[in-house]
């Protein structure tokens, strides 16, 4: 009797192992209610209805640890994901991958959509899988980022001296640095108190990021020059992925970029809203004609003669131009 009880416990064992799911647990540091937590609620219902054995479980507001916290993790082959941009892929080990974040790169999202969808794209995603990071889906619009001062700025020449805040990173404290500006590199917690007690003149942003940190409140003037069409990249363990079946992998990739779109179509609606809710709160938005622009994009050349600074490989400004065609 004893011996049968084994037997069916066994078994029992085995069709539970059979049909657990696979359980994906993705981790991010901005909460539910911004339009990419509403595109990763999409996601998690395209994966689910795939009925493939992979689940998404879904963990806002830095729950699972911070990006370092979750890379770390990926590169043991854990179950774990985050989002990451060029900037980040730069510092972390493929350095023509940060050229996505210069200044005035696009003229368009159609461009960033275009690159992502390029050989030289999936090329420089290759270097990171080898490294361990599989780049799942790239086609997620994060936002257009905008600068929002203290002192009114109509031209680039009007960033000449003001001391604009910008993340802790060499390509984009260079990119502010070519305009005229001087950057200042400071955590973003830090930065209402940083223009509220005149530390610093500006900072830049995503309109959602700009309004959900109140910045407008101690810094009056907009201006939307989009030096950067921010899009941004889900990233996964390369070991984790693997072990799936070739079934999930598909679903995983398609599905990731089913609501990539989805998660587009939510910011271009947001900027609309925050963009209204500032200029009712007493914001000055200043929305530079093609000219003004020009003169944007003529000073941000400057950024791409700093291949050797970045340790890009020759000649990569020309062959991503390329690409985006």
């Known amino acids: 009797m004893k011996k049968v009880f084994a037997v069916i416990l066994v078994l029992m064992l085995c069709v539970s192992s059979a049909s657990a799911d696979t ?8 909460s539910m209610s911004e339009p ?19 689940t998404m479980q879904i963990f806002p507001d830095s729950q ?52 992502v ?53 060499q390509i984009q404290t260079k990119g502010f640095e070519v305009l005229g500006a001087t950057p200042v590199g400071m955590s973003l917690g830090d930065v209402y108190t ?27 003037y ?19 992925f693997d072990s799936l079946t070739e079934e999930q992998q598909k679903a995983l990739v398609e599905t990731g970029h089913e609501a990539g779109v989805y998660n587009n179509e939510l910011q271009s609606k947001a900027n609309d809203y925050y963009l209204d809710l500032m200029k009712k709160e007493g914001v000055t938005v200043v929305e530079p004609d093609e000219s003004v622009l020009e003169g944007f994009r003529t000073k941000a050349q400057d950024f791409y003669k700093e291949g050797a600074l970045f340790k890009w490989s020759d000649g990569l400004y020309e062959r991503v131009k390329e690409a985006m065609k």
């Open 117 to 169: 969808a390029s050989d030289w794209w999936k090329g420089e995603c290759e270097k990171l899988n080898a490294m361990g990071i599989k780049v799942v889906a790239s086609n997620w619009a994060y936002g257009e980022r905008h600068t929002l001062t203290t002192k009114p700025v109509k031209t680039v020449d009007d960033l000449k001296g003001l001391q604009i805040r910008v993340p802790t990173n």
């Open 36 to 54: 990419i937590g509403q595109a990763l609620l999409k996601w998690q219902e395209l994966l689910a209805a795939r009925n493939t054995g992979l």
């Open 64 to 115: 699972l640890g911070n990006k370092t916290d979750l890379i770390d993790q990926m590169l043991l082959g854990e179950p774990v994901m985050t989002l990451a941009d060029g900037a980040f892929f730069a510092d972390y080990g493929v350095p023509d991958m940060g050229i996505v974040f210069g200044p005035f790169l696009f003229a368009n999202w159609d461009e960033c959509w275009k690159l």
């Open 23 to 30: 359980v994906l647990q993705l981790g991010f540091e901005n």
């Open 194 to 220: 940083a223009l509220q007690q005149g530390t610093i003149d500006g900072g830049e942003n995503p309109l959602s990021t700009l309004y959900g940190r109140k910045h407008h409140e101690v810094a009056k």
């Open 222 to 240: 907009l201006i939307l020059d989009g030096h950067v069409l921010n899009y941004t990249n889900w990233i996964c363990s390369s070991m984790w």
